[in-house]
């Protein structure tokens, strides 16, 4: 029987993968896209060639005996992007599962390893495959060796053959290193002969055969320019050969004997795909996806009596709460997972238990949940008091994925490679088919998730410890969640009298607009309709025409605004649909969602969706009243005090991103303004315009606090350029001098792109983590918004942990104070509280002090408060 053996060029083809497939990462943020590609290559290469023998060679390092010869080959090529890098372990580790043999030596390229072992195996009767990318080892080929060359995609190949290299090229596969010496290789830096391409170089060699050949014959060479190049160039020529041939006699340590091939692993290639979230190719491999397989046969207890056995003192438990909003919520059943078993608990047996209720509430009882915040509110509304709770696995997760979504505790699990349980919409349906199963059903679904996150927790807590994110989820995300659990209970108190006036008032003012839009248009119309309204604007009224859809004419805001001086038409219709959306989003929307019997709003926070680590509100939103419209900012006198003789007291941080940037930046000019309480803006334009404090015009300033701004948020000239009705060569104009003045600025936004390529993520003050895997994508839109996002990141990121942070450390001084005081609400940079009015004095004196010092920076922070008898008032 024939021996085969199948050499790969590894690092050839660990790069065609990653360019060939994009960006792919696990739950734990590593990039996968190479190690899938190379995967899916070693699979089909097993499966059609069937080799007895086997080797991927790697390339050992970045110098090799060729850089004596030359010492700028390969000089051009780019640095592995990190995303790449990262990669190669995962690689090895997967051949060594697969039992394939690998190899590298120091001084020698991956081609060399291959072309002394294809040699070699060729000599003693082996059948030789070659696998590569690169074609420079087409000069390896003979009847007994074929090199797969890899096209577009990664398992559509051109195998290489005398009879193809022939047909290709009009030469034997000898004449590639000739070729090679003519033409020069770019990729590898070999130079050739300048202006002779792969043409000219075939034409010569079919003539003269060999590359010395046509050095010893410039005389026969047809064309002067040619001829003068050739002969300039002939030493030049010879070294690009001498580069371009694969040493055949590489020094290799390994012999073909020691690469045989008997088969994988199965189980080890297995454990490594489910790591990586192969679930694909794990079908591929026969391991089918299956109920039976993955949702294992558990067993748990029905409980009809608690006991002691049940109520340890640590277990992971999980309450099924139904509603989508959890204020009187339906709690459908528990289950509890320790040392002892498996239990499923009734919501009747539980919510009726004196004896759950003190463990519950008993903080010495350790509890490991899935959002705790949802638990704690849910128990809450119940009566039940939930104290111990010391790991929460959606938190958990979130902090080591930002980006994921997760839904349910199957999609947690199934992120981290635990299948025990299915996902919500699996089991209740979803929609309007949604439903509550039989107890049978719900009990064991329940139990499953109990021990989804039972099994979880020591998964992630390594994850975390590897992240140095511990600190984060125990010292801030965890304590916050109780916090936050305390304000959606407590809920912030509405005048509804007061909103159904201002209701009124809207709809008195809209219906005026209304007949204002009607006389300038000379007929009425439905306002609300683009279509209708693009009719009277720009046929019957005839305005410029902006920009047009698919539909017709767009009627949006920034167009309405491009167009406000062009007739008095559009000023009302902007107002009208600004106060509509008042009238509807804000006035009718709360008013829908105040609590029957607290006559309070019960807002949530979202401590886990965005990627920067922001907070964020729903049910309602009460961060986006929109407050730059008067009518909008008077929303707020509508929030009260939940007691007479309270006031609501307002605290916010002054310009708490820009703080952070002067300490990330280390910019002495920006950290000497904050430390001498200088106006940031004035002192900005002072600086970029090189003029006197006295000199500073208000526009000036307003261009300054634009750029000082938009560094934060990701600077772009066109943005600010929109942003201040400039060109984008002035705005460009205005970054470039913003830069010259403060060069830490500069340099931070250079070194933390670098660093999110290498690493493939930032972080923020306290090790908040994002990860950016576009920012080595090719295409440029992609990669310029990840660069943008890398900059800013860090410095929102670091703004949102010191709020947090100030969340925790107040909660904390409050209890110490023995204050009445309550926090109720995050809005960005400020909380709000209400508070008895005898106990303002103590206020106006703790919480800026316990704000100004949640961290230490190079500047200082700084809060500003105000108070009165409504949010609006307080401010």
Sequence with gaps: ????????????????????????????????????????????????????HMLVAFDAGK?????????????GRQKTPPELSEQFPFIRELLDAYQISRYELENYEADDIIGTLSKQAEQDGYEVKVISGDKDLTQLVTDKITVDITKKGITDVDSYTPDFVMEKYGLTPEQIIDMKGLMGDTSDNIPGVPGVGEKTAIKLLSEFKTLESVLDSIEKVSGKKLKEKLEENREQALMSKKLATIDCEAPLAITLDEVQYEGFDASKVKEIFKELGFNSLLEKMGEEVAEEEIYEDISFENVTELTSDILTDEAAMYVEILEDSYHQADISGFSIINKNGHYYISAQLALNSDLFK????????????YDGKKTTVGLSWKGISLKGIDFDILIAAYLLNPSATFDDVASVAKSHGI??????????????????????????????????????????????????QS????????????????????????????????????????????????????????????????VILFEKLQLPVVKKTKTGYSTSADVLEKLEDKHEIVKDI????????????????????????THKIHTRFNQVLTTTGRLSSIDPNLQNIPIRLEEGRKIRQAFVPSHKDWVIFAADYSQIELRVLAHIANDQNLVEAF?????????????????????????????????????????????????????????G????RYLESFVGVQDYMDDIVADAREKGYVKTLLHRRRYIPEITSRNFNLRSFAERTAMNTPIQGSAADIIKKAMIDMAARLKQEKLQTKLLLQVHDELIFEAPREEVSILEEIVPEVMENAVELKVPLKVDYSYGDSWYDAK
């Design 1 to 52: 029987m024939t021996k085969k053996i199948v050499l790969i060029d590894g690092n050839s083809i660990a790069y065609r993968a990653f360019f060939a497939l994009p960006l792919l990462n696990n739950d734990k943020g590593v990039h996968t896209n190479a190690i899938y590609g190379f995967t899916m290559i070693l699979m089909k290469i097993l499966e059609d060639e069937k080799p007895s």
């Design 63 to 75: 110098t090799t005996f060729r850089h004596k010869t030359f010492q700028e080959y390969k000089g």
């Design 358 to 369: 003190e463990w519950a509430a008993d903080e010495t009882k350790r509890k490991t949940v």
């Design 419 to 468: 299948s025990i349980v299915q996902a919500d919409e699996v089991v209740y349906g979803k929609g309007a088919k949604r439903s509550i199963p039989g107890e049978e059903t719900l009990s064991e679904h329940l139990v499953r998730k109990g021990l989804a996150i039972f099994d979880l927790k020591e998964k992630l807590i390594e994850q975390l410890e590897q992240n140095d």
């Design 471 to 534: 600190s984060l989820l125990y010292d801030l995300e965890l304590p916050l969640s109780l916090i936050l659990a305390q304000m959606e209970a407590e809920g912030i108190a509405v005048d509804v009298d007061r909103l159904k006036d201002m209701g009124e008032h809207l709809a008195e003012q809209l219906n005026a607009l209304e007949k204002n839009i009607y006389e300038h248009a000379g007929e009425s119309f439905n306002i609300n309709s683009p279509k209708q309204l693009g």
């Design 574 to 597: 902007l107002h009208y649909r600004q106060l509509g959306k008042l009238q509807s989003t804000y006035i009718e929307g709360l008013l829908k969602v105040v609590h029957k019997d």
């Design 675 to 731: 430390q001498n309480d200088l106006d940031i803006h004035t002192k900005t334009a002072m600086d970029v315009f090189h003029v006197e404090e006295d000199e500073v015009t208000s526009n000036m300033r307003r261009q300054a606090k634009a750029v000082n701004f938009g560094i934060v948020y990701g600077i772009s000239d066109f943005g600010l350029s929109q942003s201040l009705g400039i060109t984008r060569k002035e705005a």
């Design 733 to 736: 104009e205005f970054i470039k």
